[in-house]
């Protein structure tokens, strides 16, 4: 089973899954899966970082700099490049699969579809994403 996630939707699959209120053992399901999506986002913010560095003003140490309203200094040549591969960044498609884990990843599937927790919003849009991608796994699987 491969779940397909593009990289902006990692941070609020996360946090959806960690707001799950799940018995003991069903919980060592969603933190397999919680793990493989946090190494997948660690991922995503050291490339993030990178591009950071060849794009914001540096202090003589060679870290980005951060200005006082808490966003970094972005070199006035470099702001369009930026965020235009910041957005490309966001938008790569990172494939979670289970490996060692596939039978906790393929339980959550059941977990999520029968989840009574009440959601909205951006949770509510996480939340149809995961099944989807389940969804369209299964599908993947019955085709080959």
């Keep these: 089973m491969k779940l397909v996630f593009q990289n902006y939707e990692l941070v609020p699959a996360i946090k ?10 069903q919980s060592r399901h969603r933190t397999k899966l919680v793990n493989l999506l946090e190494t997948a986002a ?11 560095k060849e794009c914001a003003e540096l202090d003589d140490a060679g870290e980005p700099v951060m200005s006082d309203s808490g966003s970094y200094r972005l070199r006035e040549d470099k702001k369009t490049e930026f965020h235009r591969e910041r957005g490309k960044l966001l938008k790569e498609e990172v494939v979670i699969e289970g ?4 039978f906790n990843i393929e339980c959550m599937r059941k977990l999520l579809e029968e989840y009574e927790g ?3 919003g951006e949770g509510a849009k996480i939340y149809d994403r ?3 991608e389940y969804e369209k796994g ?7």
């Excluded at 299964?138 to 080959?144: F, G, K, M, R």
């Design 118 to 120: 009440v959601i909205s």
């Design 42 to 52: 660690q991922g995503l913010a050291e490339s993030e970082y990178d591009l950071l």
């Design 99 to 102: 490996g060692i884990h596939k």
């Design 130 to 132: 995961l099944l989807e």
């Design 138 to 144: 299964e599908q993947d699987a019955e085709d080959n």
């Design 16 to 25: 959806f899954l960690e707001g799950m209120e799940l018995k003991a053992y």
